[in-house]
């Protein structure tokens, strides 16, 4: 958002409060200006092929493209060298000053529910065109992406007490999914292998590595809950609010059979992701003091309303993985992110309130070049051979994308603020890049989102940032349930979530609104996003 936009904003949210009128109508307005930031679905371009076809135009088992394949491109520095740029310096990852670790989980949770890459044993080409995806904020990790796999996971019960709910196991007083894995962590929990003997459930992604303990390992809708105990605290939590929404609706809708109470529990836990994403993620990520708000309607007669389907450039820019830290500090004790990695000891360990609270009570480190935790610097490179693959144009085509300056040097891209220290790294960053690009018109996509700086009180870069909000909004907003003929009818919209359910959607701004509500133990310690340090400057 720039110029006279984001002045006007800035001024007239200090005016205007969180609700009314004039609140309303600046969230329409921020949120139109910035889907509008670029060119919006459809798009004409998939990884299907170079050129377009009927069958590229409606094949959504690849990717979409925002910007058509680059043919020709220049010769391009070897991935190995690129991947160095991802390795921080010898005073080891910079802190981020306003996020908490929870941030990442949550983005790594909501991500891993739509942008899915199919992916194989051989690492083939062709499958980093692919996707497994079905497009849409749906909560797939809790409930699977396809029919068979949310059968497999819920209880599918008649009797009283049972209707509408997932299946789950309780341990020291706590629920949890059921595992995967019997005990002996080889056999496959009978409860997801179909009658032809093969698994339901899609494996979860790196199960065969050495470090995975298959004996914690949940039975979850998707393949990378299990990737950490912080993201499948995520799906527990969903899980015991969609098992707790469902003994509500059984109790005031005697007469409703198990499949109207599972779905009806399933549209409000949907509806009440989104919000979250909205007001507590989205608020977090912006820079600006405009509390931006899940209003349906303002997608309801927009132009960008359009189905969604997910861009290869938005499965790339959302590889946060500087986010994530060397290690974190659980129950008081510093555990090595690759000791936690497929490793649902700690959260079974300490209970699902202890998990927030600790997860929350760690720093995230900044999102950027030079600043990747080793144990997922291998992501950085498989990042790399994805958007290569794709044949991505280069990072400043990108920027002219999305009605923004082309960079004309690499010290530009990088930036030059900072005290003395951070300035000099900048300009042997920018440097590096000079050495291995040549010029800056030869930066790739992926190298170059995660170059620029990140902006004063946000958290992204700036191309990032704008081609995050862009797409975030345009695929949150025109999600089925919130649309004209769905939430927009008052009787339609009581039909389809019931009067208990908007209830229960209008008292949740947080997600430790609903820690607060599916665990014991949590009292007033702290579950955020946003550090409790942080201060706008």
Avoid at 399 to 411: D, E, L, N
Wanted: hydrophobic content about 40%; glycine content about 8%; charged content about 20%.
């Amino acid at each position: 958002m720039g110029g006279l936009r984001t002045f006007a904003i800035r001024i007239a949210a200090g005016l205007a409060g969180e609700s009314g009128w004039l609140s309303e109508t600046l969230n329409k307005f921020a949120i139109n200006g910035l889907v509008k930031t670029g060119r919006n679905r459809p798009h004409p371009w998939s990884t299907r092929s170079s050129y377009i076809s009927w069958s590229s135009l409606t094949d959504r088992t690849y990717s979409a493209r925002m910007l058509p394949e680059a043919l020709n491109p220049q010769p391009l520095p070897p991935v190995e060298d690129l991947v160095q740029l991802f390795v921080p310096e010898s005073g080891g990852q910079r802190p981020c000053p306003k996020s908490t670790a929870l941030f990442g989980a949550f983005a790594q949770y909501l991500t891993d529910g739509f942008i899915r890459t199919l992916l194989s044993n051989n690492d083939a080409e062709e499958d980093r065109r692919r996707t497994t995806t079905n497009h849409e904020i749906d909560q797939s990790p809790l409930y699977g992406r396809t029919p068979a796999q949310t059968n497999a996971l819920r209880l599918r019960s008649e009797e009283r007490g049972k209707r509408g709910r997932l299946k789950s196991q309780m341990m020291d007083g706590e629920e949890y999914s059921p595992f995967l894995y019997l005990p002996d962590g080889v056999t496959l929990n009978p409860d997801f292998v179909g009658a032809d003997g093969r698994p339901i459930l899609d494996a979860p992604l790196g199960e065969t590595k050495p470090w995975a303990v298959k004996t914690t390992l949940f039975a979850a809708g998707g393949d990378r809950v299990n990737a950490s105990p912080q993201v499948a605290m995520m799906n527990t939590l969903f899980l015991r609010e969609h098992n707790r929404l469902a003994a509500m609706l059984e109790g005031k809708h005697p007469d409703w059979d198990d499949e109207r109470v599972f779905e009806t529990a399933r549209n409000i836990i949907i509806v009440m992701f989104i919000k979250i994403v909205v007001e507590e993620y989205i608020n977090h990520i912006s820079q600006e003091p405009l509390h931006l708000r899940a209003l349906p309607d303002v997608a309801w007669t927009a132009n960008w309303n359009r189905p969604n389907w997910i861009t290869a450039e938005f499965s790339l820019l959302y590889r946060w993985h500087s986010l994530v830290s060397e290690s974190m500090t659980w129950g008081g004790e510093a555990v090595p992110g690759s000791a936690a990695t497929l490793n649902n000891a700690l959260l079974l360990k300490g209970g699902l309130a202890n998990a927030f609270a600790d997860v929350s009570a760690n720093c995230a480190t900044r999102i950027g070049l030079q600043n990747s935790a080793s144990f997922i610097i291998f992501a950085e490179e498989k990042a790399i051979l994805q958007a290569r693959t794709n044949r991505l144009a280069p990072y400043n085509e990108y920027r002219a994308a999305m009605g923004k300056s082309r960079a004309t040097s690499f010290a530009g891209v990088v930036g030059r603020s900072g005290d003395a220290a951070e300035q000099v790294r900048r300009g042997q960053l920018a440097a590096r890049l000079q050495a291995l690009y040549g010029s800056v018109d030869n930066l790739e996509f992926y190298v170059g989102l995660f170059a620029e700086p990140t902006q004063k009180n946000g958290v992204l870069p700036d191309l990032l940032q704008a081609m995050v909000a862009m797409d975030a909004f345009s695929q949150a907003l025109t999600n089925p349930l919130l649309s004209e003929h769905v939430w927009g009818d008052e009787a339609t919209r009581r039909l389809t979530f019931t009067d208990e359910g908007l209830a229960e959607i209008e008292r949740t701004a947080t997600l430790r609104d609903i820690v607060l509500r599916n665990s014991v133990g949590l009292g007033d310690r702290f579950v955020g996003m946003t550090r409790k340090d942080w201060r706008r400057s």
